[in-house]
């Protein structure tokens, strides 16, 4: 999704006593968004359970209807997604219970990997997460958060539209790309924000199960976001994730622009995040506004009339006052 959602799930992932797995719907893709979408749900609900026996058949079904390479994510190898010969791997699995090897900065895992071994390990953790980004509805996630045999949260991340087009494109290509784009990314955004602001913030009995996070957010003061995720799901914010965090954010003049300078850090985070507003078109920033103009403005998200107000990267391109906007999605299953 390009919206950060790797380096937020990398707060679990790196976190010991977390059963962490990267993208488990892989096989199931993107799009169409409807496809075999109650099995992608029941993919989420098994693990949520730590129930891993009926993956191989959830996968192999989505794998004959998808056609997807298994090369990278090798779920139907291990049974278990992304968890060996690729740096997006599960590192509680090696760190933590033992069940895989590192050789040569590479986690290798047997194939496949004991499914009663790992619900062993995963009903010991402190609790699952889930970076899943191909399922495309929240409203889907509401049976899981109403099952009264898991205590489910969710975590949402969002991103201005304009920048995930960016980056989705690499400022390739013409209007029509840019338009495409921005279709595929607000076609889930505008319903999910419409849904989650009518249901899930209102809802007495989901309210406290949902958090919504701007990428922006995030990016400006990574150590305070870190520590209101952690306080959500129920967990304690250790030093040594502190620590990691400092160095997997900062720049690599770490002197100048380490986090332990805040103006330092802001300013070279500012930078980053206005990259696009450098190199995206006014045209193209005017057509993704259109296509998401109904959902911007509820995110903080503020519109560009000109092109001088585009490229003003001294003013923000996002509000900064509502606390409430830190409340491509992050499952956290607690026991």
Same mark, same amino acid.
């Given at each position: 999704?390009r919206?950060g959602?790797?380096?937020?799930?990398?707060?679990f992932?790196?976190?010991t006593d977390?059963t962490?797995l990267?993208?488990?719907v892989f096989p #199931?893709?993107?799009?169409?968004?409807?496809?075999?979408?109650?099995?992608?749900?029941?993919?989420?609900r098994h693990?949520?359970r730590c129930?891993?026996?009926?993956?191989p058949?959830?996968y192999?079904k989505a794998?004959n209807?998808?056609?997807r390479?298994?090369?990278?994510a090798?779920?139907?190898?291990?049974n278990?997604? #992304?968890?060996?010969?690729?740096?997006?791997?599960?590192? #509680?699995?090696?760190r933590?219970?033992?069940?895989?090897?590192v050789?040569n900065r590479?986690q290798?895992?047997p194939?496949?990997?004991n499914a009663t071994?790992?619900?062993?390990y995963c %009903?010991? !953790?402190?609790l699952? /997460?889930?970076k899943?980004?191909?399922?495309?509805?929240?409203e889907?996630?509401?049976p899981?958060?109403?099952?009264?045999?898991v205590?489910?949260k969710?975590?949402h991340?969002?991103?201005d539209?304009? /920048?995930t087009?960016?980056?989705?494109?690499e400022?390739k290509?013409g209007?029509?790309?840019?338009?495409?784009?921005?279709?595929?990314?607000?076609?889930?955004?505008?319903?999910n924000?419409?849904?989650?602001?009518?249901v899930?913030?209102?809802?007495p009995?989901?309210?406290h199960k949902y958090?919504?996070i701007?990428h922006?957010?995030f990016?400006?003061?990574?150590?305070?976001v870190? /520590? %209101?995720?952690y306080?959500?799901?129920?967990?304690n914010?250790?030093?040594?994730?502190?620590?990691w965090?400092r160095?997997?954010t900062s720049s690599?003049?770490?002197?100048?622009?380490?986090?332990k300078?805040?103006?330092g850090?802001n300013r070279?985070?500012?930078?980053?995040?206005?990259?696009?507003?450098? !190199?995206?078109s006014?045209?193209k920033?005017?057509?993704?506004?259109?296509?998401c103009?109904e959902?911007?403005? %509820?995110?903080g998200?503020r519109? #560009?009339?000109s092109?001088?107000?585009?490229r003003?990267? !001294?003013k923000l391109?996002?509000t900064?006052?509502n606390a409430?906007y830190?409340f491509h999605?992050?499952?956290?299953?607690?026991?």
């Amino acid at each position: 999704m390009r919206s950060g959602s790797s380096i937020l799930g990398e707060l679990f992932n790196q976190r010991t006593d977390v059963t962490y797995l990267y993208e488990p719907v892989f096989p #199931f893709d993107e799009r169409p968004c409807e496809r075999l979408y109650e099995d992608r749900i029941q993919v989420l609900r098994h693990i949520s359970r730590c129930e891993f026996f009926p993956l191989p058949a959830l996968y192999k079904k989505a794998y004959n209807v998808t056609n997807r390479n298994d090369i990278h994510a090798r779920c139907k190898i291990h049974n278990v997604c #992304f968890t060996s010969k690729t740096q997006k791997v599960s590192h #509680f699995l090696s760190r933590d219970a033992g069940m895989c090897q590192v050789a040569n900065r590479v986690q290798i895992c047997p194939e496949p990997l004991n499914a009663t071994e790992l619900s062993g390990y995963c %009903k010991k !953790s402190l609790l699952v /997460a889930m970076k899943v980004i191909y399922v495309c509805k929240l409203e889907w996630i509401v049976p899981l958060l109403r099952d009264p045999k898991v205590n489910i949260k969710v975590i949402h991340l969002v991103r201005d539209p304009r /920048a995930t087009t960016n980056s989705r494109t690499e400022g390739k290509g013409g209007i029509d790309v840019a338009k495409n784009a921005g279709n595929i990314i607000c076609e889930r955004l505008i319903p999910n924000v419409q849904f989650a602001n009518d249901v899930l913030m209102k809802d007495p009995t989901l309210r406290h199960k949902y958090m919504r996070i701007r990428h922006e957010d995030f990016a400006l003061d990574p150590i305070g976001v870190s /520590a %209101k995720i952690y306080d959500f799901v129920g967990i304690n914010f250790p030093d040594s994730m502190k620590s990691w965090l400092r160095k997997a954010t900062s720049s690599e003049n770490k002197d100048d622009l380490s986090l332990k300078n805040p103006q330092g850090t802001n300013r070279d985070s500012m930078a980053v995040l206005s990259r696009w507003r450098e !190199s995206l078109s006014f045209e193209k920033v005017k057509a993704v506004q259109e296509i998401c103009k109904e959902v911007m403005p %509820k995110l903080g998200y503020r519109l #560009f009339n000109s092109e001088n107000e585009l490229r003003n990267i !001294s003013k923000l391109h996002f509000t900064t006052k509502n606390a409430d906007y830190i409340f491509h999605a992050m499952l956290c299953p607690q026991f």
